[in-house]
């Protein structure tokens, strides 16, 4: 292992070496100019953004918005007032990625629209120290070395729906604060650290029970008294970019795949994770490779982790997406899950495929591949499709043997449909066949992080459909209304069907795995939701939903929260309860 990142290491230092001046972090997933780049694309007002391999960059996003301004200057006539509202706030945001020909004609032709609030707000001698950029609250430079420092606050309470059925009140309070800058000429850098507290309504009287403490998905949590409990989260890195490549060092979340109810092969599900990362942007090609460092937890380390012996386990990636013109785009990726043995640098070959290396290497590790269409058949009509294959046998295709182990998801994303502006509707379909992200070799080489699934959230055996739509009467005001259905197939207790990961086909076990088997779940939910956001990043999110367990009778679920968020990662308000993590 030691060999492995000292060869790692070199690479970047080298790198280091011949870099230009092109610093640049992450863009947190959080941020909302990922759904307007969405629109922008379906649209045609950005050729091709690579929305399948987020987080972007915020020299990648500058990019884009170049794109659009040209699209600006050629045709006005094809923006809404709101298009325009969200091209000049983001281009506020991303100012230094944009070239200086934009700069100037911002700074000619709009005032920052914060700079009369924090002039009216802080005295003379507070100005000089608050909001200069009139975007930060912190803003620090000096010769090669620039610093921008935010805080984050959000505090929330949404009514959750437990295995039985029943609801319960699940409330969030966050603190905390963010920094990122760049050292010279080719170094970037990211913090974020929050201190979070939770109360779980399920237990208003007594501490939450050990055996639950795996649901949070968390490594670790200071329990108190009426289900309250405690945890910090940290995510931070080190950069190096150089004109086509970004090199990334420390802890972010990524996400891979064309969906957005999930991700099929990599959400932001699980927990955060330590990670080395390659990005090369050139012309038409994305290609990303990473290596995460995943946490193991055994059935045992559920309830008494620091007793349990350490298993290394990691997660390789190669991602690979195409630009092929006239509104398609191709993603091919794979991925690799191994453990109980040192970093292996054959998995870190940005060149290897890994199915070919896991032969080599003894067939003992947990493989993956995945293949995605999009095509922007018509200005604002985008549709797209993945398959995602765990395990196949190519001689029982079509059939209901339990070792073709796939993912399907596909959907259409359409702006401004009929004509109504400042709007889209999405429908989404996602498919996942039992035993999907288990692995029978080895418990620790499942599909999982803290006991957290990495893929998408409903678990083996089940399936969701999605349908949404939004309005958006101004970039600060936007409301939706959603419908979806969830399906799930459970184990029974004299049998596997597939249900759950943490089981994977055993001996004994019967051949085939119909899909939907076993016990039957399903739950329907619909509603509405406000987003407001009087001042800039601060939130106030409304949610209101429709909810139905199996047969049970309908209730009526509230979510609401405020944050004052500059990059925190918000946990999604779910408007359904997979009965699997």
């Known amino acids: 292992m030691k060999q492995s990142l000292s060869i790692y290491w070199l690479w970047l230092i080298l790198l280091a070496f011949f870099s230009g001046r092109a610093q640049t972090v992450s863009?947190?997933?959080s941020h909302p100019v990922y759904p307007v780049i969405e629109r922008w694309d379906a649209q045609g007002l950005i050729p091709c953004a690579f929305l399948e391999s987020q987080p972007f960059t915020r020299q990648e996003v500058g990019h884009y918005l170049e794109q659009v301004w040209r699209q600006y200057r050629e045709n006005p006539e094809r923006f809404s007032r709101t298009d325009l509202q969200d091209l000049r706030y983001l281009s506020r945001e991303f100012f230094e990625e944009l070239s200086p020909s934009v700069q100037n004609f911002l700074n000619n032709q709009y005032t920052p629209w914060m700079s009369s609030i924090t002039g009216s707000i802080f005295p003379g001698f507070l100005q000089r120290i608050f909001y200069?950029?009139?975007?930060?609250?912190?803003?620090?430079k000096h010769g090669d070395f620039s610093l921008f420092l935010d805080p984050v606050l959000q505090s929330g309470e949404q009514q959750r729906v437990a295995e039985n059925g029943s609801s319960y009140a699940y409330r969030h309070w966050s603190n905390g604060l963010m920094?990122?800058?760049?050292?010279?000429?080719?170094?970037g850098f990211y913090f974020n650290l929050t201190d979070n507290h939770v109360t779980d309504g399920r237990w208003p009287d007594q501490k939450i029970p050990y055996e639950v403490l795996r649901e949070s998905g968390?490594?670790?949590?200071?329990?108190?008294e009426n289900g309250k409990y405690d945890y910090d989260e940290n995510i931070a890195y080190l950069t190096l970019n150089w004109k086509y490549v970004y090199l990334l060092y420390g802890r972010e979340y990524n996400q891979w795949g064309v969906g957005r109810s999930g991700n099929l092969m990599l959400s932001t599900n699980a927990p955060v994770y330590d990670q080395l990362k390659l990005v090369i942007r050139y012309w038409r090609f994305k290609f990303t490779h990473l290596t995460a460092f995943l946490q193991?937890?055994?059935p045992e380390a559920r309830y008494h982790m620091k007793d349990v012996p350490y298993i290394p386990v990691y997660w390789s990636g190669n991602r690979l997406d195409v630009d092929l013109g006239r509104g398609f785009r191709l993603g091919l990726a794979e991925s690799i899950i191994y453990g109980d043995r040192s970093l292996q640098i054959g998995y870190l070959n940005p060149l290897t495929f890994f199915k070919s290396l896991e032969h080599f290497y003894g067939d003992r590790d947990n493989g993956a591949l995945s293949v995605s269409l999009s095509w922007r058949f018509y200005p604002g009509i985008r549709w797209y499709g993945e398959w995602f294959i765990d395990d196949m046998s190519t001689g029982k295709l079509g059939s209901h043997f339990y070792g073709n182990k796939f993912g399907w998801q596909t959907g259409v994303f359409w702006v401004n449909p009929l004509g109504w502006k400042d709007s889209d509707v999405r429908v989404e379909y996602t498919r996942l066949k039992p035993y999907l992200y288990s692995q029978s070799?080895?418990?620790?080489?499942k599909y999982k992080h803290y006991d957290t699934m990495l893929g998408h959230f409903i678990g083996p055996n089940s399936d969701d459909w999605l349908v949404q739509f939004q309005q958006r009467f101004?970039?600060?005001v936007q409301i939706g209304v959603v419908w979806e259905s969830y399906r799930h197939g459970a184990n029974p207790e004299e049998r596997n069907v597939g249900g759950d990961p943490d089981k994977p086909h055993q001996q004994g076990d019967a051949m085939d795995a119909p899909f939907l088997d076993g016990i039957r779940y399903w739950q329907h939910s619909y509603g509405a939701n406000l987003r407001y956001e009087p001042f800039r990043q601060l939130f106030l999110t409304?949610?209101?939903?429709?909810?139905?367990?199996?047969?049970?009778?309908w209730q009526n679920l509230w979510a609401a929260r405020i944050s004052l968020n500059f990059g925190y990662r918000q946990e999604t308000f779910r408007n359904i309860f997979p009965v699997v993590r």
């Open 132 to 140: 200069t950029n009139h975007r930060n609250m912190v803003t620090l």
């Open 218 to 224: 968390l490594p670790y949590l200071l329990r108190q």
């Open 474 to 476: 101004t970039r600060y």
């Open 179 to 187: 920094f990122r800058g760049h050292l010279g000429s080719y170094l």
């Open 27 to 29: 863009v947190p997933l």
């Open 441 to 445: 070799t080895h418990d620790y080489n």
């Open 542 to 553: 409304l949610q209101f939903r429709r909810f139905q367990w199996n047969h049970e009778a």
């Open 296 to 298: 193991y937890i055994s």
